[in-house]
């Protein structure tokens, strides 16, 4: 690849590398578990009846955080499988943890940048939802360019959709579920399943701080969609 290529190619971050702190309990769950769910980074398409070992409806999680939510959803609904995609390693180190303590055993996570595991990993046709909770809102107008969900990241998201799948994204900040709200919509191969905003699905759970955002006003805003 030129230059020139490797230019055209890169995109702008939707998140800031952070060093958090990598507890001793964390440190020990990644090394004993990634070997075992954890897929490294390639430039190959993904082969998921392999990686998981099964064939079952797949989930795509686009930035999960610390993990709990994720955790609590994958072992409510054991018979899917969920391919969880996270940049920072204290969050991916806490849900390899918590996947120990509690047997989980359907999550594959990747560390690695989202745009580019859609990119470079994921066959078109394979996932049957996707979840992205609480993406960084870049809530300064300057930084909005960063926001992950933009038509051309959609467009991209729809090749890997099958029909009937959904996209669930849930946000607490109202001028980017305005901004979500309107993408989704412009994109012609979704529908809304609501007027607007969904109704809070039973599978999210709420996160702690979702539970103490409500106890002092503040909204969240869920948005799911179907794929024609």
């Known amino acids: 690849m030129t230059d020139t290529e490797a230019l055209k190619n890169r995109h702008i971050r939707s998140y ?3 060093q958090g702190r990598v507890t001793v309990a ?4 990644v090394d004993t578990l990634q070997p075992i769910y954890g897929i490294p980074y390639s430039t190959q398409a993904l082969d998921l009846n392999q990686s998981f070992g099964r064939t079952a409806p797949r989930i795509l999680e686009i930035g999960f955080g610390m993990g709990d939510s994720t955790a609590t959803i994958a072992a409510a609904n054991p018979q899917n499988d969920y391919l969880c ?24 996570i990747i560390q690695h940048d989202a745009v580019e595991v859609l990119r470079d990993m994921i066959a078109d ?4 939802g996707v979840h992205i909770f609480f993406p960084d809102p870049w809530h300064k107008a300057r930084h909005n360019k960063r926001r992950l969900i933009q038509s051309p990241f959609i467009a991209k998201l729809m ?5 009937g799948g959904y996209i669930h994204v849930a946000t607490d900040w109202q001028n980017y579920a305005e901004q979500v709200l309107q993408v989704l919509s412009d994109e012609p191969l979704l529908t809304n399943t609501a007027t607007d905003y969904a109704p809070r699905p039973d599978y999210r759970p709420l996160t702690k701080f979702e539970k103490r955002g409500i106890k002092l006003g503040h909204g969240v805003w869920d948005l799911v969609f179907i794929r024609k």
């Open 16 to 18: 800031v590398l952070r």
């Open 26 to 29: 964390q440190q020990r769950a």
């Open 85 to 108: 995609l996270e940049v920072h390693t204290p969050g991916v180190g806490n849900l390899f943890k918590v996947m120990g303590e509690q047997g989980i055993s359907n999550i594959r």
């Open 125 to 128: 046709n394979s996932l049957d």
């Open 159 to 163: 090749a890997k959709l099958k029909p």
